[in-house]
T-cell receptor
Framework: GAVVSQHPSRVICKSGTSVKIECRSL??????MFWYRQFPKQSLMLMAT?????????EQGVEKDKFLINHASLTLSTLTVTSAHPEDSSFYIC??????????????FGQGTRLTVV | LAKTTQPISMDSYEGQEVNITCSHN???????ITWYQQFPSQGPRFIIQ???TKVTNEVASLFIPADRKSSTLSLPRVSLSDTAVYYC??????????????FGKGTKLSVIP
């Protein structure tokens, strides 16, 4: 099946610094990618929809200036957590859909990034 | 987006068949039903998808009644490695060709030796 690669798998950063997470579709093109956040023992919560060549769409309550999303190509979307604080510590997951499968809702997920802000 | 309801947790012994039922009473005509599996600290993994009746692949079967207001994921002869959280999602492709997946709370399956 299609592969979505997320990097890094885990990162520790100091409070106040910024962290960039990359999400790549390795063998398919994705005009749309999604970014989720998952806190311990909770479900995935959609943060934003990343659209290639245009601005991302953020879910209610998600600060767009804090979570910068760039989707510069059909295979790469990045999420930058700016001025990170300990409460931003979480598991961040991206997903993408193969645009050649328009009738399917099958999405492929990255392996996730464990962010710890100290 | 259709809301889904699943049991919060289930226990099963190794080798048994496990059936997890999901309710989605307000499923729309063009919605598909998809099940994902998630292990701790990993992204969800696609298990199976269906629209109606029965779908079977190498890892699971999906049963969908005629009214499509529920679906049942069937895992044959589970092993310890099947211990995970299982999510049922419903969604469709919008006119723009994009969609959103909304995750419910999922079902935590614990397989006991």
């Amino acid at each position: 099946g299609a592969v979505v690669s997320q990097h890094p798998s885990r990162v520790i950063c100091k409070s106040g610094t910024s962290v960039k997470i990359e999400c790549r579709s390795l063998d398919f093109q994705a005009t749309t990618m999604f970014w989720y956040r998952q806190f311990p023992k909770q479900s995935l919560m959609l943060m934003a929809t990343s659209n290639e060549g245009s601005k991302a769409t953020y879910e209610q309550g998600v600060e767009k200036d804090k979570f910068l999303i760039n989707h510069a190509s059909l295979t790469l979307s990045t999420l930058t957590v700016t001025s990170a604080h300990p409460e931003d510590s979480s598991f961040y997951i991206c997903s993408a859909r193969d645009i050649l499968s328009p009738r399917s809702t099958e999405a492929f997920f990255g392996q996730g990034t464990r962010l710890t802000v100290v | 987006l259709a809301k889904t309801t699943q049991p919060i947790s289930m226990d099963s012994y190794e080798g048994q068949e496990v059936n997890i039922t999901c309710s989605h009473n307000n499923i729309a005509t063009n919605d598909y039903i998809t099940w994902y599996q998630q292990f701790p600290s990993q992204g969800p993994r696609f298990i199976i998808q269906g629209y109606k009746t029965k779908v079977t692949n190498e890892v699971a079967s999906l049963f969908i009644p005629a009214d499509r207001k529920s679906s049942t994921l069937s895992l044959p002869r589970v092993s310890l490695s099947d211990t995970a959280v299982y999510y049922c999602l419903v969604g469709a492709v919008s006119g723009a060709g994009s969609y959103q997946l909304t995750f419910g709370k999922g079902t935590k399956l614990s397989v006991i030796p």
